[in-house]
């Protein structure tokens, strides 16, 4: 293979080295854009799981109120069940009112008035009994109804809390992608580097080839011009001989031929 085919194979290898490494710029720059997608639903998956974490401590400290109110409805309704209802209240007051009436505008004996009065003493404590029963099942309801507004609260901190595990699952799942693409993309990049590092070499080698063979045909053109002036001058040099005799023997010379004599006469 001559210099300029040497020449030539150098600049393809090279060339082939600049498409390869141009082409490993475009899957490093596809990668660095992956690499930010990923990056970006990273944190925004972990942005999602800190307020899943967050609603789900807001709701299982609801969840361990309604277990504390559950607990003492238990226990209220327990101890309510034990009070028995002594009979419609309103009977009671308006026999009480009636009998108290009674004692004071009617003339009674002693045994009726201590009969009357005993009797006035049980419907007291009866109606006494029948209020008492009513604020505890007033005091029941109450508890009921913040039970239902505990776990209307715990069912709220709940949904949003599944709002956002499900953004958090959304987001992972872009982070996988990102991440099977990524890898998806590695074989392709070895095989790269590898094209580019052979090819390298072997514009290396084509290119300290062709200096081999530079440095020989400059070596060879250097012996062969180096051969051709002293022959030049070996021949102007008896030429200047030639001259120098004419011009002693009285022949008028040229410009030129003087020179010659100048430069390479004795």
Partial sequence: MDIEQLKQERNRLNDE????????????GRVKKLRAKLKEA???????NKLVKEFKAKRDE????IKGRIAELNKFQEELGKLR????IHKAKKELERLEWKVQTDVLDVKQEEKIVKRISELEKQCEASEKLAEKRKELRKIKSELDELRKEAQ?????????????????????KAYEQIKKLEPEFKEVREKIARAKREADEAHKLYLEKYKEVKGVAKVEKEKEEKKRAKTLKSRAGELMKAF??????????LR???????
């Fill in 85 to 88: 209802p002594p009979g419609p």
């Fill in 17 to 28: 080295t600049k498409r390869l490494v141009e082409a490993s710029r475009e899957s490093t």
């Fill in 42 to 48: 990273k944190a925004k998956r972990d942005g999602e």
């Fill in 156 to 176: 709220a901190y709940h949904e949003v809390m599944l709002q956002h595990a499900k953004e958090s699952e959304r987001y992972h799942d872009e982070v996988k």
């Fill in 248 to 257: 002693l023997g009285g022949k008028k010379l040229t410009t030129e031929e």
């Fill in 62 to 65: 609801v969840n361990k109120r």
């Fill in 260 to 266: 010659i004599i100048q430069g390479y006469g004795d």
